[in-house]
């Protein structure tokens, strides 16, 4: 069974710093890319940042210079380190990954979840 479980986040100040972590395990073949979304109450899931199995990466406007994501050589567990936050990066904050997994029929990719850490920013 495939698991994301993030963890990593908490209360923080204006201007603070949080690093955020997603591990995933399973019957995993190979993990493809991994997301951090975050979703503030009332508002609409958003995508936060994403990097591919080759390194690529990307981010929202409103955390370009802010947050970095990266991860460990095997891809197996990647990370949103969170620099000068305001309170309107106050979500909970989702990993999410596609990934090819072992099925009797053959390998195939999934779209996977974790269960989301709740990050508030607030004095």
């Known amino acids: 069974q495939v698991q994301l479980v993030e963890s990593g986040g908490g209360l923080v100040q204006p201007g603070g710093s949080l690093r955020l972590s997603c591990a995933a395990s399973?019957?995993?073949?190979?993990?493809?890319?991994m997301r951090w979304y975050r979703q503030a109450p009332e508002k609409q899931r958003e995508l936060v940042a994403a990097i591919t199995s080759g390194g690529g990466t990307d981010y929202a406007d409103s955390v370009k210079g802010r947050f970095t994501i990266s991860s460990d050589n095997a891809m197996n567990t990647v990370y949103l380190r969170m620099n000068s936050l305001k309170p309107e990066d106050t979500a909970v904050y989702y990993c999410n990954a596609d990934l090819t997994v072992t099925r009797p029929s053959g390998p195939k990719e999934f779209r996977y979840w974790g269960q989301g850490t709740q990050v508030t920013v607030s004095s």
């Open positions: 399973g019957s995993i073949l190979s993990i493809n890319i």
